[in-house]
């Protein structure tokens, strides 16, 4: 098959969707097929910087980088005078300003894909919220193209779908991967599409290989007899990051061999944290690393606590299993479709801190019961949640729409030959 994805940014880039569309990519070119990626230039979506380089070949897939304007203050104004509008009037005519608000608005990616679509079999679009789904789409609409969506839906923020050219990619698309069974739910309780397939996220477990605890303890500055809290992921208010740190701050204040590590991209709303928390004994916070010290950090922690209030998956949490370590993660649909309560983690309300309190006071508390926990999940991620097993669902989904495709298209073929 010749496959396009179009993701809004994809590796080094790391990010939830950013991986899935680039494990998946890689996946399916290992199994010889032709796959190309359209996607930004950038690292950082707030921004929409312009940095990475505009074509590189990846692990066998070509990734082609386009030019976006810049995400700035007035954009964002414009996001947010756009949703307030769109959603008090029902109006359309807000929509041009949630699409320049939320980027990355490139109009040489718009042309590559009107100009070079018609190359493909069909194309797959990660990620529904930016602009790229929307242009990808009316490109593969020109070349009679067949779409899949992943739209990555985070239920609990309708900023991620609830826009009328973004139910139109969803309704109109010829198969939705959704990646919990409660995004499948969801879509097809809204009406928008009943050709909704559970595809889920995976993880390479060549990738995550074992470390040792304490040398990865050392690697910041953590001693080995310490408890160590992980909060990995980037540091935005919905994240759960004030509610961990509050907690922390209890639960130090009796154990002053506890550490919390806190790992990602920082954001306006961590600095400001920072200057409320940053001289809190124990507490080690890192910015951007590198994929060995991501690794590193969930080798070194006791557990992973990351109660954040909206994910469409949570990659993150198969991470932590691939280590064997017990996750804390909110009780919101997509996360309770992949964390089972008690069995391979704790769930909690995203906006309780004394249940994430209580949460994390008895994993710390109970080692074995955690550490039971955590190889529940290592047994869950190798069971259904590698890349290959997603790729085979994929796969699947590609083969079934480019049948129906050719049904179509040569009914009278398809009648002789059956």
């Known amino acids: 098959m010749r496959i396009l994805h179009v993701v809004h940014q994809y590796a ?7 991986r899935y569309m680039t494990q998946l990519s890689e996946e399916l070119a290992r199994r010889g097929h032709q796959v190309d990626v359209f996607t930004s230039r950038s690292t950082d979506s707030s921004r929409w910087d312009n940095s990475l380089p ?61 100009r070079d679509g018609g190359r493909y079999d069909l194309m797959h679009i990660g990620n529904l919220h ?12 020109r ?15 309708r900023a991620t779908y609830d826009v009328g ?13 959704a990646v919990t069974a409660s995004e499948q739910r969801f879509i097809r309780q809204q009406g928008w599409n009943r050709e909704v397939t559970v595809g889920g996220v995976g993880l390479d477990l060549d990738a995550f290989p074992s470390l040792d ?26 994240k759960g990051l004030d509610r961990c740190l509050q907690a922390f701050r209890q ?41 060995e010290e991501r690794l590193a950090a969930l080798a070194a922690c006791d557990l992973l606590a990351l109660p954040s209030a909206g994910e469409s998956f949570g990659i993150v949490y198969l991470e932590a299993w691939a280590y064997g370590k ?8 997509a996360v309770s479709s992949l964390v089972q309560h008690g069995h391979d983690g704790l769930l909690v309300q995203p906006d309780d801190g004394h249940a994430l309190l209580q949460a994390l006071s008895f994993l710390l508390t109970h080692p074995e019961q955690a550490a039971r926990m955590g190889q529940h999940g290592r047994e869950k991620l190798e069971r259904r949640y590698t890349v290959a097993r997603i790729a085979d669902i994929v796969e699947g989904v590609y083969a079934r729409v480019l049948r129906r495709k050719q049904t179509q298209t040569n009914p009278q073929e398809c009648f002789h030959a059956g």
């Open 326 to 333: 017990p996750v804390i993660g909110a009780r919101i649909p």
């Open 130 to 141: 930016y602009a790229h789904a929307y242009t990808a789409f009316l490109a593969a609409r």
């Open 143 to 157: 070349h009679r193209l067949p779409v899949i969506l992943s739209p990555l839906l985070h239920m609990e923020q």
């Open 54 to 114: 505009r074509f590189e070949r990846l692990n066998g897939v070509a990734v082609r980088r386009f030019d976006s304007l810049p995400r700035t203050r007035l954009a964002w104004s414009a996001l947010e005078r756009g949703l307030q509008g769109h959603w008090s009037t029902g109006s359309r005519w807000y929509e041009p300003l949630i699409f320049w608000g939320n980027g990355p608005v490139s109009p040489r990616l718009f042309w590559a894909l009107l």
């Open 12 to 18: 080094p880039v790391v990010g939830g969707t950013e």
């Open 213 to 238: 605890r304490d040398e990865s303890r050392r690697l910041f500055g953590i001693p080995a007899t310490a408890r160590v809290i992980l909060f990995l992921g980037r540091k935005t208010e919905y």
């Open 165 to 177: 050219y973004l139910r139109r990619v969803l309704r109109e698309s010829q198969t939705v991967l």
């Open 251 to 291: 639960l130090r204040q009796t154990d002053d061999q506890l550490h919390f590590l806190a790992v990602g991209p920082e954001t306006e709303f961590s600095r400001a944290l920072w200057r409320r928390h940053g001289s809190l004994p124990g507490l080690v916070v890192r910015d951007r690393v590198s994929e």
